[in-house]
């Protein structure tokens, strides 16, 4: 059994330091107030049976909170008081210096719950440790200097979470569509050295994952291109081939027809497009960007958001070729071909590709072999998405969500047009749904009040994060906003006029709605009984958010957090407030947004469609997911789930697994199984490697793929997943 220090640092468990401690604060009293031996050993026994009930590592916090329940418990009322007076000592002389021991344990790689923060950054690399020193700085001056005291509280004791605070210090956003058309079109600067409009794909294609380095390196979120602001430079590549092939010919003094010229050129371009396209998917993978990972990218397949023909056969064609070098993978150490995380894809079925026998039809089957073995791309449906995501004008759009599932909210520019490239998220603040339904003692009347005061505390939260970027001037980030990605702002001008009337959004993120019901009505949310209270909650946060807006000209916008590491931060918030409660606190995790719990049966079908009316309540981002077996033997059936995501929700996607033994060269799925301290932990089925070093596991977390391990309450939602289909 482990425990968690103050610093991060996961530490076997060790009776004798709470004996000691008791016996510390037991020497100060008289000798006829003093314990016996006899009372501390069963105190500090009681405790550890209460850390072992817990099945997870406890930090050190509430292994003292158990000590002081003991004492109580005996009436040592005197000692208990004494022993509070330590605690309380000590943690104010830990706020002279809150970061030091957190860097040390950083540099040392003993921070376990940092190793495990972030599933696609690997701590032990110093780039990622510079990243993890700098946010440990940032998030010490948050606390300290910028977040007032009951903001700091709320997200310290699991209220609600302040996103990002390792990053918040800076004047840096969340994430955004990049503007790549006017980058590539007009011209950008990168590292004040101007980049004039390519002639080729392939030059393109390389200034594209330029621009994409640059980006992650000045923001913290994701971010997302289309391939159609890619699609027309083949064009200039063809005319280009075409050119040097009429030249090559008569150079050597051999007539030939144009329609032999233009086949010999055809043939190079599809050479420049499978290389363009290869730059694009192994700079992505290779790149590491300030912050210790791979960007966060995500590239978008959108057929119809091309109306040229020719340009539109272009992006077709470019299309295939990532989903075949998609399909294929790329080399692990052992050369062996392995699912990356990044870039994410995203595939918009359409009318021109959902049904047999439709022109690009053939995209669509490619990309459902590229999901069973990739899974890979994501699913828009425009049909759903035309239906609501509409203008002020009435008009329906179709376009990427910012990263893995943040979306934008319907914009007219002053033009009367639709824009959606060159925007951004200005932040998140998460509600926790869970906490709310568990202090309000099922009483119906408190849950709507406390529901109303922690909303007010997230809007002032959401304030904040505002006001922080507001004043930032253009230089802060120029390729952002001096050099097109997301503006073409002058040199000290500031972004402000960015931050309002609905260029950016700013997000107000909810956790927990499976379990934030079942406490309150007792039945899960898919419940027929109990659906129309989930629909209530969800509501309920959309009204708040039309009234921040109307009040503040800010867009603000209902997001589904996904919840990575803070899935667990919550759960152990809730079990130390509330305790255990079956069906609501009992697990290491809380379910991300309105999705249906990962242990209830339900097949693929029904879950997406009971889904797809909670995503239309999450405008701000949302993404919908099922659970899969191993499909490469059943393409059908993928096509079949795909055409239901086409009629049926917005945004969804199928997971399924896809990973490596390095020991012995299994390919199959890669176990959760537990150790001997009860850990979950990853095991090759055939030869019992556990050595994450010497693995490779790619599984779906919150919306994109991770591929480096995750903190136990993730783990352990991973493990309990149930299959859809």
Avoid at 548 to 573: C, H, M, Q, R
Wanted: glycine share 6%; aromatic share 8%.
């Amino acid at each position: 059994m482990n425990i968690i220090k103050r610093d991060g640092q996961e530490v076997v468990f060790n009776i004798e330091k709470i004996v000691n401690a008791i016996r510390k604060a037991n020497n100060t009293m008289p000798d006829v107030e003093r314990l016996s031996d006899k009372q501390i050993l069963k105190i500090s026994d009681n405790v550890m049976k209460k850390c072992q009930k817990a099945s997870r590592a406890l930090n050190v916090e509430e292994i003292q909170n158990f000590v002081e329940d003991e004492l109580m418990e005996i009436k040592a009322f005197e000692i208990a008081r004494r022993y509070i007076t330590y605690r309380y000592r000590r943690s104010e002389a830990r706020k002279t210096n809150t970061t030091d021991k957190q860097i040390l344990s950083l540099i040392d790689c003993n921070n376990e719950e940092v190793k495990q923060e972030n599933s696609n950054k690997n701590p032990i690399v110093v780039s990622v440790q510079r990243d993890y020193m700098a946010g440990e700085v940032s998030k010490d001056i948050t606390n300290r200097f910028i977040l007032p005291e009951d903001i700091k509280e709320a997200h310290n004791n699991g209220l609600i979470h302040f996103h990002d605070a390792d990053y918040f210090a800076q004047r840096m956003h969340n994430c955004d569509l990049v503007n790549l058309e006017d980058m590539l079109q007009n011209g950008t600067v990168i590292s004040e050295t101007k980049i004039d409009k390519p002639h080729t794909f392939a030059t393109a294609c390389n200034i594209a994952t330029q621009i994409i380095a640059q980006v992650a390196s000045s923001q913290y979120g994701g971010q997302s291109i289309t391939l159609s602001h890619l699609a027309p430079f083949v064009e200039l590549s063809r005319q280009k081939h075409r050119k040097l092939v009429r030249q090559e010919m008569f150079d050597a003094g051999v007539n030939v027809t144009d329609d032999i010229i233009n086949q010999l050129a055809e043939k190079r371009v599809l050479d420049e497009i499978k290389s363009g396209v290869q730059t694009i998917q192994y700079q992505v993978v290779t790149l590491m960007t300030t912050n210790g990972q791979a960007p966060f990218v995500t590239v978008f397949m959108y057929l119809n958001e091309v109306k040229d023909p020719q340009t539109k056969h272009d992006l077709a064609l470019i299309i295939e070729e990532m989903l075949k070098q998609r399909i294929l993978g790329v080399k692990n150490e052992a050369g062996v071909y392995i699912t990356p995380a990044f870039p994410k894809i995203i595939y918009v079925l359409e009318p021109d590709n959902i049904e047999e026998g439709s022109k690009y039809y053939y995209l669509t089957e490619l990309a459902a072999k590229c999901t069973a073995k990739r899974m890979v791309p994501d699913y828009i449906s425009e049909k759903i998405m035309l239906e609501q995501k509409i203008d002020k004008n009435g008009n329906g759009a179709c376009y990427p969500c910012m990263g893995c599932r943040s979306f934008l909210t319907p914009y007219v520019d002053e033009n009367g047009k639709q824009k959606y490239y060159g925007r951004f998220n200005q932040g998140v603040v998460t509600l926790n749904l869970v906490d709310i339904a568990l202090s309000s003692g099922k009483d119906i009347k408190k849950f709507w009040a406390i529901y109303d005061e922690r909303l007010e505390l997230c809007y002032r939260a959401l304030m904040i994060r505002h006001n922080r970027l507001l004043g930032t001037t253009s230089d802060a980030a120029p390729i952002l906003w001096q050099y097109g990605a997301l503006a073409r702002l002058e040199k000290g001008e500031k972004i402000d006029k960015l931050l309002y009337g609905g260029y950016s959004t700013i997000s107000l993120g909810y956790a927990g709605l499976c379990e934030c019901v079942k406490y309150m009505t007792g039945k899960s949310h898919t419940n027929s009984e109990a659906t129309p209270f989930a629909l209530e909650v969800m509501k309920h946060l959309n009204d708040a958010c039309k009234k921040w807006k109307e009040e503040t000209n800010i867009d603000f916008s209902v997001y589904g957090t996904p919840l990575e590491s803070t899935t667990y931060k919550f759960a152990k918030s809730l079990q130390k407030r509330f305790g255990i409660i079956e069906g609501v606190t009992d697990k290491n995790y809380i379910t991300n947004s309105y999705h249906v719990n990962v242990r209830e049966d339900i097949d693929a079908f029904t879950k997406l469609t009971f889904e797809s009316q909670f995503q239309r309540l999450s405008p701000g981002g949302a993404i919908s997911y099922v659970e899969v077996p191993n499909m490469q033997n059943n393409i059908p059936a993928v096509l079949t789930l795909m055409k239901h995501i086409y009629n049926n929700i917005m945004y969804a996607e199928l997971n399924t697994k896809s990973d490596y033994c390095q020991v012995c060269g299994y390919d199959g799925e890669i176990k959760i199984v537990k150790d001997y301290e009860g850990k979950l932990v990853w095991e090759c089925p055939k030869c019992h490697n556990r050595d994450q070093d010497k693995m490779n596991v790619a599984r779906r977390t919150c919306g994109y793929i991770g591929t480096q391990y995750w903190n136990q309450g993730r783990t352990q939602e991973i493990a309990e997943r149930k299959l859809h289909l």
